[in-house]
């Protein structure tokens, strides 16, 4: 099982980008999903999350201007920002809770590769 994360870059303040993960390999479901993101010199941090119904939960500072949504038929997950900030400039990581064909009903944790995000004022 992979997850394979696209859609960074580099945008001006104020502008937006859509980030896209996709999980593939023997899997038999996937739980939450989230992003998070790593800044340089910090810690990393959660973005957003969403359960596998659907619920969702952000970060306060990206309220409003973040939505995290999720296509279970296509085991995707998708972070779309809009009025981005320099501030939001960092490493973008997506993780998912999968459980996966033959292992039984435990779920594993798995993380994308990261793709980069610069936003400059």
């Known amino acids: 099982v992979q997850l394979q994360a696209s859609g960074g870059g580099e945008v001006q303040a104020g502008g937006s980008l859509r980030l896209s993960c996709v999980a593939s390999?023997?899997?038999?479901?996937?739980?939450?999903m989230a992003w998070y993101r790593q800044a340089p010199g910090k810690e990393r941090e959660l973005v957003a999350s969403?359960?596998?119904?659907?619920?969702?939960n952000y970060k306060d500072s990206v309220k409003g201007r973040f939505t995290i949504s999720r296509d279970n038929a296509k085991n995707t997950e998708y972070l779309q920002m809009n009025s981005l900030k320099p501030e939001d400039t960092g490493v973008y990581y997506c993780?998912?809770?999968?459980?996966?064909?033959?292992?039984?009903?435990?779920?594993?944790?798995?993380w994308g590769q990261g793709t980069q995000v610069t936003v400059s004022s």
């Open positions: 969403i359960t596998d119904d659907g619920i969702s």
């Open positions: 993780y998912a809770r999968i459980r996966r064909m033959n292992w039984g009903p435990k779920e594993y944790d798995y």
């Open positions: 390999g023997t899997i038999f479901s996937i739980g939450d």
